[in-house]
C-alpha cells in the first residue's frame, strides 16, 4: 500500500520524515535499525498526521459543513471529528460492514477526503473523536425539520434515509414521529382528510404508537373522523360520509375507533327524516316532491328500512324519465328540418293533424291521431277516417273540423299557410260526422306528407291543441321539464309522468350517467361513442339508429360574391375533405349509412334502400382535391374579374369566409377542420358560432338536415322562404317540375332531375350523411327500435322502476 | 234672276259643304266643340227611400255637381231605368247587360249618347253605399264601379255626385300612332275653355288612358265583335299643342295598335285610374291549358324615371301582386331565366287582377337548366383533365411511372367527350317541344354546347400522355 507523506508541516523537516538517518553504524544496527524505524514511523507518523491535520484542515475549511444545499441533495459524506481541534472533515462515506463504524484504539482509520477522493489518507483512532455517518446526519437534520414543522423537507430527508439507509437507527421512530407531528398539523389546520391518512398510515407502522403527550393513535384517529365526517355532512357529501364510515368500519370496526357509531346514527337520522318527509308529500299526493325527498334519503343512507320500497313506489305512481340531450331546445317545433332539438321537442308539446312513422317503400308512412289515412289509387283523393265510436266520452273533433283545418292551411290569409297543400287542394268534403275526403286538382303521390302541421298553425286546429298534448313544459333551472296532462294519464300507468332534459357538452358525461342510472334515456349519442357502444358488451344499455339519416350540409350566402359564383362553391366541395371528417367523427369506422353525398338528399344506406328514391346514385360523390379546388378558385376568380369589367366595375377582394355553426358537438368538431382545410388552401375562413352572427352576415351556415321525405321537403329547403333558397331559376323549376310529377315513376325521374341541377349548380356544400343513434337503460320499454324522433311513441313508453343509488 | 240664280248657287255650295263636310265636319266640329251626352240612370234601394223624398235631392245635388265639374262640357240628361235593370244595378251595375241598355236607350238615343252613368244608392250595415259606374257609348266598355260608404243619409246626394264625377272617364280619339307616340283628341276639348271644366274634358299630363279598337260596318255600327279592348297598352299623355296631345304608347306589341284609321275603324282611348289597392298579376299559358306560369321573375320599369326594380316571382298560381307606383304606369319585365318573354306596361290598381298570357316557358327553361348543368360539368371536367395532365407530365419529369400510370388510369375513368354527347342528346329528347319557335332555341342551346365540347375537349389527350407515358419509361430502360 503507498501512501503519500504530508509535505508541508509545521516543524518537521521533510527529510525526517519517511527516511530514517543515515549515519546509523553497524554497531547494534536492529537496535538502531528499530530505533531509526521507530523514530521514523514516529516522524512519519506525526508529520503525516500534522500535515494531514494541516492538509484535511485547509481542506476541511473548503469543505465545512453549512453548504446551503439540503442534505438529501449533497452527495453523501460521513464527518471526522477529529479530538485535537474538535474539526469536522468531510470524508467520502466509510465502507464499515452494516455501516457501523467500530474505533479500534491503537489502530488506524483509512478514509479519503471527500474533496480528494484519490488519495487515501490514514488517522490513528487515538485521534478521532468521533465519525457522524451521513444517515445519521440526515436523520438528525430530519428530526430537526419535523421540530420546525417544515414537514415536507423533513419527508425528503427521511425518503432519503428510507430509501438508501432503510436500517438507519433510529429512523423507523423518527418516522413515526414524523406521522404523527404531520397529523397534528393537518388537523389543527382542519385538513382531515390528510390527517386522516398519516394517522392511518401511523397506525400500519405502529398500531401501538402513543405521542409524548400520551395520544394514542386510534384516539387521535377517532377525532380526525368525527370530524371529517361532519364536513362531509355539513356539505351534504352523503355519500363521501358513507364511503368513510364503511372503509373505516371494515378497517378498524367501531370498537376501535368509536365515532363511526357516531357517524352512522346521524346518517340514519337524516335519511329517516326524508323518508318521512317524503311519506307525508305523498300523502298530499306532490308525488314529485316526494320522489325527490326519498331519492334523497336513499342518497344518505341507501339501506334505510323502508325506503326502497317507498321510492319503487313513488316512481310506479309517478314515473320522471331524465334524458341527456346535446343541445337544449329554444323553441319547439316538430316541422322543423335544421333544428334536432326544437323537432324533438315539437312531438311532445306539438300535437298535428298527420305524423311521419319511418320511411317505406314507397315515401313515408304516415299516421293521423284523428283517423285513419287514406289514399286513392289515382292520387286524387285523401280521406281521413275518424273513428265512429270512442271509449272516451271527452268531446272530440268531427268531420267538420278536420275540413275547416283542411282549408285553413290552404288560406294564405293564415299563419299557417302550406302553399304546396293550396296548389293540390281542390274541395274537401265532410262525409257525414266521421270522414274526410279531400279531392286534389292533379294526381300527388303523398299528400298527406303535406299535412305534418301542428295543430296550433291552422284556427280551428288551435282549438283542439290543448286537448291533443299529452305533454306541457315547465319551467326548472338548468333542464327542460315536460309534464303529462292530467287528462292523458298513461294508458298502463307507467308512462313517464314527467320528462327532465338534461344538457351534455360532453356526450361521454352523458354516457357514463347513463350507464349509473342518473339519466335513463340519451337523445343523440356522440358517432364515435356510438360506435363504441355498439362494440361494447355492456347489456344494461340498448342503442338504436334513427329512422331517417341527418344530411350535413354548408349553406351558402349568394349575398357574397364570390358564393354567388357557381364555380367558387364547386372549388369550396372539392377543397374539403369530407370523408376524412366523416371517418374522424366516428372514430375510423363509419357505421352503414354513413357517407358522403353530392346533395342535400338523404342517399341510401344500402343497396336498395327505396326511402332514398330522390338521389341520383349515378352521380359521383365530388372528390376532395386540392389542386382542382385552387384550380376552379382561379377560374371563378376570372370570371368574377370578367363580370366586374363588363359592368365597370371594381373586381370583389375575397374576404374572409365567416362560417357560423351551431351549439353543437358534431357542428363544432366539423366546422373547425372545414376551417381549418380552407384556410390551408389560402381560402381566408373563420368560425363564429350562429347565435354569436347577426342574422344574414354569415356567409356560410353549417346545417344538419333531418329530411324525412324528400318530395315534401326539397320545397322547405330550396324554396323561397326555405333553409337554402336558391335564386337559380332551373332549381326552382326542377322543384315545380318535381312538385307536379303525379305518379312516383315521375317523382324519381324528376327529383333526380332536382340532384342533377343542385349537383351542377353547387346549390348547397354537400358534406356527408350521418346515422343518428340513441341509446336508453334496459329498463324503459315502448321506445321502439328505429324512431324519427326520439319522443315519437312517447304514449307507450314504460318505465320499470329503477333506483341507483351510489355506495 | 240673277239673285235667285246666285242664292240658289250658295245653296249649292252651302248645300255641298255641308254635305261634303257631313263625314268631317260634324264630327270633328261635334267631338271637340260638342259637349259630352251624358244620361244618369239612378237607381235607388226602396228598403231606404221609400217615399222617394231623396231622389229628386239626388238629382239636384249631382246636377249642380256636374254643373260645377264640368260646365260646359256636359250636357247631362237624368232618367229613371226599367225596374229590372235597376235591380240589377243595385245588385252589380256591371252586371247590366249592355243588350239591355241598347234596348232601352234605343238606336236613335245610342248614336249621339256619350257616356251612360249607372247610380245605384243602397242601404249596407254600414250605411248607405253609393256605387256609380259609366258606360261608355261607343266603345262599349264599363269603367270601374266607384264605391262610397255614407255614414250619414244627409251625405248620400253629395256622394251621389262625387261618384258620379269618379266615374266618368274622359274619352280621347287617336287619330295617329308613329313609333311610340300617339296623337289624341279629347272629346270636348275645344270647350274646356275655362279652369274647372278642364278637370274632366282637357287633358292633363300623365293621364293614363286604355285603347280601345272599334270597327264598323258600312252604316257606322259597329261590327259584331268588332269592338275589341287594346291588351296590355297604355297611353301616357306627354303634351298637348291646342286641341291635338301626345301621348307616348307602351305596349307588349306594337301591332296591337297597328290599325289604321279609317272610316271604318276608330281607335278610342279612355283615361284609366287606379282606383283599387293593388293589381295582382296572373300569368297563364296561351295554350288550351291555361296552365299558370308560375316561377317567373316579374321586373318592373317606370318609364318616366327609367329605374327598374326587381319585384319577385310569381308563386304556384302564376301571381304576383303590384303595388301602385306614384299613380304611374309600370312597365312590366317578364323573364325566365336567362331570357326576356314579355314586356307588359300596367297602371297598378287600375283593374283588381289582369292576366297575361304568354308562351309557356318551361321546356326552354329546363333544355337551359340541362345546358347550364352540362356547362358547369363540361368546366369541371376541363379542369380535372388539365390537372391530371400536369400531374402525369411532372411523375414522368420524376421518373415515378408506377404512379404516372395509375393517374392515368384516373383520367382515363373520368368521363369523355362520347359521355357527354350522349348526356346532351338524352337532355334533347327530354325537352322536345311542340313549338317550332321555343323548339329552334332549345336546338341552338344544344348546339353551342355540343361545339363548346367539341373546342374544349380534346380527345387526343389521354392517348398523348400515354405515348408520353411509354416514350419516357422506354428511354428509361
Redesign the interface.
Known sequence: MSYRIATTFDGADASQTGKCRGNAGPGPLRLRSWLCLTRLAFAVLFGLGHGVSHHVFGQARADSPGSEEPLYQQKPFDVLVLKRDGSRHKIVPLDVPMRRVVPQPGGFLRFRLLSDPAEELVVAWNDVERVELFEQLVLAEARRLIADKQFNEAFRHLLLLVDKYPHTEGLNETLDEYLFARAADDASAKRWSQALSHLEELYRRNANYQSASGTTVLAAMSGVVANLSSEYIAKEDFRAARRLLARLSSTYGEERLPALAQIRQQLVRIAQQRADRAKQLAAENRLREAQQEVQQALAVWPRLEGAFELAVELIKRYPVVTVGVAQQAATADRTALDDWAARRVGYLVQPSLVEFLGPGPEGGHYRSPFGKLDRSDDYRLLALQLPIRSDSSEPRPTAYDISHMLVELADPELPGYV??W??LLQTVRADGMWRVEAALRRPYVLPEALLRQPLAHCPSGAAWEERMRVFRQSEAEGRLVFVRQPSHSSSRGTGPAEIHELPYNDTRDAIDDLKRGKILVLDRVFPADAVKLLNSSDESLVIRPYAVPTVHVLVPNYDHPYLAN??FR?ALIHAIPRQLILERLYDGKPVAGCRVISAALPAAGRPGDASAYAYDESLPEQPF?P??AL??LG?AKQQLKVAAEKAQQTPPDLEPLVLAYPDDTVARFVTAIIAEQLQRLEIPCRLQPLESVANGSWHLRYVALTIEEPLADVVRLFG?GGIAPSPN??V???L??L?EAGSWREVRRRSQELH??T???ATVIPLFQTVEFYAYHKNVHGIGDSVSSLYQNIAHWQIEPHITVEE | MTSKVNALGWAVVVGMAVLLEAPSAPAQTSWLFSPYEVKVWPALDRSWDADGAWAGKIERTVRDCCRMAAGATWRLEWSEPTPDVAAQMLRDPTGVSPTKIEQLLGPDRLATLDKLILLAVKRVPEGVQVEACEWDVRTQQFGPVIARTCLQPAAVPWTCGQAVLDAFRPLARIDDVTGSTAILRFRAAGLAIEEPEALLARPEKGWVLSAVIRMNDRYGKPRPGGIRPVEWTLLVVRDWDGYKCRADVHTANRAYLGFRASSRVDRFALVERPIWPETQLVLRSRDESERPLAGYDIYAKDPATEQTEYLGQTDWRGQITIKPHEGRVRVLYVRSGGMLLARLPLLPGQTPVAVGRLTDDAKRLQAEALVRSLQAAVIDLIAQRELFAARIRFLIREKNFDEAQQVLDQLRALPTVTDIRQRIDRGRQETNTDNPKIQAIIDKMFVDIQQFVIQRLDPSLIDRLAVELAQAQRSSN
Open positions: 302553399p304546396q293550396a296548389e357557381p364555380t364547386r382535391d389542386g382542382l384550380l376552379l377560374i323561397g331559376p332551373y326552382q323549376l326542377a315545380r317540375r312538385q342533377q341541377v349537383y351542377g349548380d
